[in-house]
């Protein structure tokens, strides 16, 4: 078995990845975290293969820790990884195992693989970062909407969480940390600043309601256009379901760039705790849209569009699907490429569908013209 230890296993997404690979036969499940007591206890009530074990990430001797334990893949959910530095996966290439982590922190992701290539190559393991929604499953609806296309002009990706799933305040002090701060997107061909989180536009999925959605920096826009030659845009928007809570955001931007609120992360706990007053306003229902324009196998021009709908307050599980497959993967002895690397390309869309059926979530791919708008495929 797989000796897989979980970095933050009891908490908003790692718990979820733990009761995934709990009852995997070729895992040994390693719940991690600062608290022994809750450890222990998380790791009891998923039952399986799994054990708590107290363990600080950033405390000295940490390599020599997971040595100890003879952990064997590090999967790291503690965030938010906007402001980490490399010490975890250092560690872990030190201590010889492989890693996985959850960031979609943009500079997280997008130096991980110079900055740690090296020596994941020494110790003959792989690493990857940014196994989650963005953009590991976001890079494989790309390629499998446009594959065989002659050339990709443009991406579109929009995440539109649901106002009752549970929200964390680490994840929401990672978004505010670039409320409208200005953020580097790939627009007409060149670079250009646009502020985080403010101007929200209107958004059309195809079993929700239209939302307004606004900027966020994201890994995505830095590694699409170097994955894909020729893109002339790239754009990622968060739409939030009760439109006062976008427009909220749009104001702590405003004062951000006026310089009234220079450290708008500071808000996440007293905004997490006043969120579920707009609950009621909500539903248990969100998605996700990714767009696609470009020239098809004919020559043509072509739009595609790739939706995911996920009710029941289930759409947190999307971003602990891709470290579930990678453990699974490495647990059945299945090769990765050795070194470090961010996490797009590394998963077709295919692999995807066990987990969404696993949770009810509805897909669907649309053919859409720009003068009748979408029709299904």
């Given at each position: ?82 402001r980490q530095d490399y010490r975890v996966p250092e560690a872990v290439a030190a201590a010889g195992a492989h890693y996985i ?21 020494a110790a003959g393991r792989t690493a990857v970062s940014g196994a989650s929604t963005v953009p590991a499953l976001s890079s ?45 997107v790939w627009q007409a061909g060149r670079w250009v600043e646009m502020p985080g989180w403010a101007d929200p536009v209107k ?175």
């Open positions: 078995m797989t000796k897989t230890l979980v970095l933050g296993g009891y908490g908003n997404f790692g718990a979820r990845i733990c009761r995934a690979l709990a009852t995997d036969p070729g895992i040994e499940l390693l719940v991690a975290g600062r608290d022994a007591q809750r450890a222990e206890a998380f790791a009891a009530s998923v039952g399986g293969n799994a054990r708590g074990v107290r363990i600080d990430a950033q405390a000295p001797g940490f390599a020599g820790t997971l040595r100890e334990l003879g952990a064997e893949l590090v999967v790291h959910t503690a965030g938010p990884f906007q982590d959850l960031a979609d922190g943009r500079r997280f992701v997008c130096d991980f693989p110079a900055a740690l290539d090296g020596a994941f190559r494989a609806v790309v390629d499998h909407l446009s594959a065989g296309w002659q050339g990709v002009r443009s991406i579109d990706i929009c995440i539109a969480p649901a106002q009752g799933a549970p929200r964390g305040v680490a994840t929401l002090a990672g978004v505010l940390a670039y409320c409208g701060e200005p953020i580097r958004v059309e999925f195809a079993r929700m309601k239209p939302r307004r959605g606004a900027l966020c920096d994201i890994p995505d826009l830095e590694l699409f256009p170097a994955r894909h030659a020729g893109v002339q845009s790239v754009m990622f928007r968060a739409a939030l379901e009760v439109g006062l809570t976008q427009r909220a955001f749009a104001f702590l931007a405003l004062l951000r760039r006026v310089g009234l609120l220079p450290s708008p992360q500071k808000l996440a706990p007293l905004l997490h705790a006043a969120g579920g007053v707009f609950d009621a306003f909500g539903s248990a229902l969100g998605g996700m849209v990714v767009r696609v324009e470009g020239t098809d196998a004919q020559g043509r021009p072509a739009r595609r569009a790739w939706h995911i709908a996920a009710d029941d307050n289930h759409g947190p599980e999307i971003p602990c699907m891709v470290a579930i497959l990678l453990a699974r993967r490495i647990a059945r002895g299945e090769p990765l490429p050795a070194g470090a690397h961010a996490c797009a390309g590394l998963l077709a869309l295919d692999e995807f569908a066990p987990e969404f059926a696993r949770w009810g979530m509805v897909t669907d791919v649309t053919v859409e013209d720009p003068s009748h708008g979408p029709s299904p495929v």
